[in-house]
């Protein structure tokens, strides 16, 4: 069954360092988004992305992140000037061909801020 | 503000009962409606979704929806050990945004 891969799976880095979380959706869906979830707290929605651009954002979503499809597969998620509190788990999705779609959920990547 | 609301837990069950897990949401224009489960440190794994009033199943799970309510629900009939986990509600309104519930814990006892 198709996937969504998400790497790293761990991610350690110093405070104020800039991070790039990567994600291959699955191939045929169309919207991609990005979540976070901080330890013990709820999923919150942070990004999506349709047809090469952000179509709808949080207000977690500020001047510090940035997304990107560099290419035909990739979707990034850039965090500049990493604070400890960016410290959680990252989860990429994936939906088809309308975001009512249901999406799909990666694996995530573990960021670490030190 | 998009709330989406449900009891944290923990809600536990004997094998082979019926787990009943809520949610009540704000957002009045909310269009689709999922249901997600989600074991310790894993990632959120799609149950089931809904997008009319009324109930939808799919093996032992059924979702139903009351739109005039606010109100979604998730029913897992015959609870197995497997099924403890936590189990997210995410509301999706026009807009390409998904708010999620906090979840509620389920425990299966043997």
């Known amino acids: 069954e198709p996937e969504v891969t998400q790497t790293p799976s761990h991610q350690v880095t110093q405070m104020g360092q800039e991070v790039i979380l990567r994600c291959v959706p699955i191939?045929?869906?169309?919207?991609f988004y990005w979540y976070r979830q901080i330890l013990g707290q709820k999923v919150e929605f942070l990004v999506s992305?349709?047809?090469?651009?952000?179509?709808?954002k949080s207000e977690i979503f500020d001047d510090q992140f940035s997304v990107e499809r560099p290419d035909g597969s990739n979707f990034t998620l850039k965090i500049r000037s990493t604070k400890l509190e960016d410290s959680a788990m990252y989860f990429c999705?994936?939906?088809?061909?309308?975001?009512?779609?249901?999406?799909?959920f990666g694996d995530g990547t573990r960021l670490s801020i030190l | 503000q998009k709330e989406v609301e449900q009891n944290s837990g923990p809600l536990s069950v004997p094998e082979g009962a019926i787990a009943s897990l809520n949610c009540t949401y704000s957002?009045?224009?909310?269009?689709?409606f999922f249901w997600y489960r989600q074991y310790s440190g894993k990632s959120p794994e799609l149950i089931m979704f809904?997008?009319?009033?009324g109930d939808k199943e799919d093996g032992r799970f059924t979702a139903q929806l009351n739109k005039a309510s606010q109100y979604v629900s998730l029913l897992i009939r015959d609870s197995q050990p497997s099924d403890s986990a936590t189990y997210l509600c995410?509301?999706?309104?026009?807009?390409?945004?998904?708010?999620f519930g906090a979840g509620t814990r389920l425990t299966v006892k043997p």
């Open positions: 999705a994936s939906s088809e061909r309308s975001g009512d779609q249901p999406q799909h």
């Open positions: 191939s045929n869906h169309l919207y």
């Open positions: 809904i997008y009319s009033n």
């Open positions: 992305f349709y047809n090469n651009e952000i179509s709808e």
């Open positions: 995410a509301v999706k309104g026009n807009n390409n945004d998904m708010r």
């Open positions: 957002d009045r224009g909310s269009q689709s």
